[in-house]
Nanobody, 123 residues
Framework: QVQLVESGGGLVQAGGSLRLSCAAS????????MGWFRQAPGKERDVVAG????????SYIDSVKGRFTISRDNTKNTVYLQMNSLKPEDTAVYYC????????????????WGQGTQVTVSS
């Protein structure tokens, strides 16, 4: 089992920045792919970014490229999502996920999920 705890959400004005953190504990040796997802009210949970836990290779959806950066610190078992130039449409609950080798954008790749952290961007 892997436990994931997100932090760093909050309220920010459009154009501002936030950094989300996801601390992993437990059987972290089983983690291969890490991802950040988000779910806005009334919408499905969608992928935002992914990173290979060992390789460090990153991937992003088009709408956040150039604004968001996913990174990891293996020594701290922590994944980050730096979010810059935030827009009201980025408002959502953000979830961290850990999973096996697979397609980073597919929810089925991920076996473990955090509880989520709210990000609200005001216009």
């Amino acid at each position: 089992q892997v436990q994931l705890v997100e932090s760093g959400g909050g309220l920010v004005q459009a154009g501002g920045s936030l950094r989300l953190s996801c601390a992993a504990s437990g059987r972290t040796s089983s983690m291969y792919t890490m991802g950040w997802f988000r779910q806005a009210p009334g919408k499905e949970r969608d992928v935002v970014a992914g990173i290979g836990w060992g390789s460090g290779i990153t991937s992003y959806i088009d709408s956040v490229k150039g604004r968001f950066t996913i990174s990891r610190d293996n020594t701290k078992n922590t994944v980050y999502l730096q979010m810059n130039s935030l827009k009201p449409e980025d408002t959502a609950v953000y979830y961290c996920a850990a999973g096996r080798v697979g397609v980073w954008a597919l929810p089925g790749t991920y076996d473990y999920w955090g509880q989520g952290t709210q990000v609200t961007v005001s216009s």
